[in-house]
Each structure stands twice: as structure tokens, then as C-alpha cells.
């Protein structure tokens, strides 16, 4: 199987032109029908996807909410909930109205009113969206179909962050839940206008989480182009069989219990490739990028010389051969900003390519390190991150650190990050996760690499105003050289705070039965547009 003949540092667009030419979207109308059965990456435990990034609730969100603009596979936004639109001759006011007939899922009218308590909240929580409302004056509604955002000064990605792709996507939600519940406490009332409809009766943590199509939705008209266009359901049905064990959910694809695995191991890839009714597919033209963040609020990491010592530490090599395996599914990368965009540079990086673990090792004595237990949050049913998770632990104690891998499921520990107790008293030292390249290709859609803080900052809170005006900067630049520029400052200024490690690059397949027609390219697994036949 060659999915990538030249490489992995193929351009985004090569890897969507081939993965298109593998699962040809399918325009033609089928009646709804049949249940499709999802193997998904993670259980879903948390269902808010503003109060989380968590990918899993993210997919879920997208399930049964629905959003103003989408991004395309340009990675241009496109209306969805918004029907025309218009910005003011001096670029600060945009006029948004509302496609006709929006119903949330209870049967009430979808607002202007609605949309405006939802961008606020998103605001609070998701770093564009911050970014988004710093420099936006005012948000009113006109009547119940259209409302003006007003900017302080032009800001040109203002429907880039409405149209976020991924986490926190800003879905749009009634303002009963969106403009009372606090973006920090997580909303427990699950109404959307999205096609999916959520059957929270049937809903059982650990083992199924179950959606029915939503009949009063009424899609765009145009095709689907990774989240924008017409969402069209095929299936009356759609459950999540959460499967921690792999070799498990791969028998079941095999024996066509299941219809779609997510993210199966490589190593389980071989076995599959064999079988006439499995296909293997990377929908995900972008990519994915390890993150190992450590806790900047507590000792050690609250002093950059134990951060720096990371740096030192890792291999990405060793990192990548263990979670991923096959090298033609990885590459390393030093780039903050992902490979193969226009932002990468390897400015920076000689700690993160040359390791040394007296180095390190002499950075942790020089932070005050003694060696106290060092907490390491280990999610053991995500086989990428457990398996990073141990690679790490190995490395720690080769530079003399007493650490803890302390394991647990997903869920557990997308609650747990949230924590800013000490570590003795419930908190955590270090975690690893992943961003696709949707969420990591800029210095405003990477959450990793603000440095607002505890206020503003993603969980870990790194604190640095070097970092935070470099983003406005950023921001604020109209000229890709120039952005560019700004771009490879702030990657400098990040390997010396070291908001995170970047442990490599990897494009992971995914696995589904033959008789699915219409599985859609995109950094986000969708679930319409899908014939099971």
C-alpha cells in the first residue's frame, strides 16, 4: 500500500487530491437508512466542546450542532448557518443574516440573539476566539435573523474564527444555555441545530454513544468540502462503539459488526490490508502534531530551565517509531507551525534536534529539581498517547527525574488537565496530546503557544507577554512575507519558554468497511454524506 510515495512531507493539497481520488464523493440521493456503526478514538465522557478541546467532543459537537461559516478544503470559510453577509467600507463592521428556517432541535426558531450569546461564550474559552474578541467592540443583534459584529480596528480573520475548524469550533447553541452557563462549567443540556440529533437516553459512558438524523434539517446546497457545504444524511442512525482494546475493534471491522475504526495502530494495518472488504484511507490530508505540555503553574516546570530540559530529553525519532511504527507514516519536524505549511522554520530548534541527557539533566538541578515525584498523566486506551507516555517516562528517568505515570482513561484526564491544584493535592505535572494541522498551523489557531496566562491560556498556562503580542502581531499582519516573519520570531521566543514539546509529525489511516460510499476528506472525522449500501 503506498499512501504516501514521496514522502509525508507531501503538500496538503497533493495528499487531498489522492485521498479524494480514494473515496469519490458521491452526489447522488439516496433515501436515509440503516445505522452506521463508528469505532471512535476515545469514549465520550465530557459533551461540551467549548468547555473542552478534546477531539471527542468535538466530533460529537459536530454531530449535533451547526456553526455560521465552515472552512473548505482551501481552507477557506464558506456561510453554513449564514445566509449573506457584508462588511462596512472601512473593514470594521460585518452585518450577518441567517439562512431562513433554522430550527434547534426542541422546534424553536434559531436567533440572531442565539448566535451572538454563543460567539461570546466561545470567546471566554477557545484562544481565536479571544483573539477574535479583543479586537471586536461590539456584538448586537439587528432582529431575530441578522446582528453586526464591530471591530476596534480591521482585523482580517474574523470568518477564519467563526468558521474554526476544530477545537473549540464555534458552535452555535440557544441563548437559554449559551448566555447562561458560564464558558468554564460545562453545559449539560444537549440542543443543537446541527443534522444529527443526540439520543442522550441511550447515551451509556464507556460503551455507546447513539445519534439519529435530524428530519428537520435542511442542508446547504453545495457538496461537501471538508466542514462546509451541504450536510446530507444517509443513515437513519449513527452509534459510537467505544472498543479500548485493538485488536477487538479491529475483529469486529473485520466481521462487519462495525462499519468505521477511526484510528487503528499501524501495526494492526497489515492483517486488514488483506481483507477485500476493508478499506484504509488517510482522510486527514493535514497531518498531526505531538504535544507533551508540561504544567507551568507548579515546580519544576514553573521555571523554564526544567521546560528547556524537555527539550533536551527528547528524540523524536523515538517517540514516533513507538506510537506510529512504519516511517512512512511519520516525519520528523522542529516546526511550531506544523511541516509543509507556509510557516515552517526550524528557527530555534538546536535543543529539540540535538539530544543530550546531561544537558537536561543538568537544567532540572539548575530549576531547583530534587527529585520529588514528577506526575505523568498516562491515558492508557489511546494507544499513540500511552505509547508517548512511556517513551517519556524512559526518558525522565535517564536524566534523573523520580516520575509517577499515573494512568487512566481519556476522559478521566481531559477532567483532570483542567486542575490547577499542585500535584501533590490532585494536579498533574505533564500530559501528551495531539493537534491536527487545523488546530497547529498558526500562531492563532495553535492553543499550545499562547501565553495568556491562567486567564486566557490553554491548560498547562504558560504566561509570557512576548508570546502574546507576537500573536497580535501576527494577527494583525496582511502580507504573508511579513507573517511569516513574525511567525519564525515567535517559534524563537517559544523554544526558549517552551509552552510545549513538539515530540513529530504523523499522517494516521483510517479503517472502514467497502460499502460505505462518500466518506469526506477532512482533519474531522464526518458522518454525513455517508451511504452505507
Known sequence: MKLHPDGVRQSRRTLALFVCLCLAWTSLSFAAGGTLKIIPHADLKNTDPIWTTAYITRNHGYMIYDTLFSLDENLKPQPQMVDTWSVSEDGLTYAFKLRPDLKWHDGTPVRAADCVASIKRWGKRDGMGQKLMEFTESLNVVDD????????????????SLGKLSSNVPFMMPERLAGSVDAFTQITEHIGSGPFKFVKDEWVPGNKVVYERNADYVPRDEPPSF??????????????IYIPDPATAQAALMAGEVDYYERPPTDLLPLMERNPAIKIAIIDPLGTQGMLRPNHLHPPFNNKKARQALLWMVKQEDYLRAIVGDPKFWSTCSAYFMCGTPLETDAGSEALVNQDFEKAKALMEEAGYKGEPIILMDPTDIPVLHGASLVTAQML????????VQAMDWSTLTSRRAEKKSPSEGGWHL??????????SSPVNNIGVSGGCEEKAWFGWPCDDRLEKLRDDWARATDAGKQKEIATELQKVAFDNVPYVNYGQWFLPTAYRDNLKGVIVSPVPFFWNIVKE
Do not use: C
Open 145 to 160: 435573523d441578522s446582528f453586526t459584529l464591530t471591530l476596534k480596528e480591521p482585523y482580517g480573520l474574523v470568518l477564519e
Open 227 to 240: 466542514a462546509s457545504g451541504g450536510k446530507q444524511v444517509h443513515v437513519d442512525r449513527v452509534e459510537w
Open 397 to 404: 528517568r535517564k536524566i534523573g527525574v523520580n516520575v509517577q
Open 431 to 440: 500530559f501528551h496530546t495531539y493537534g491536527t494541522g487545523a488546530d497547529m
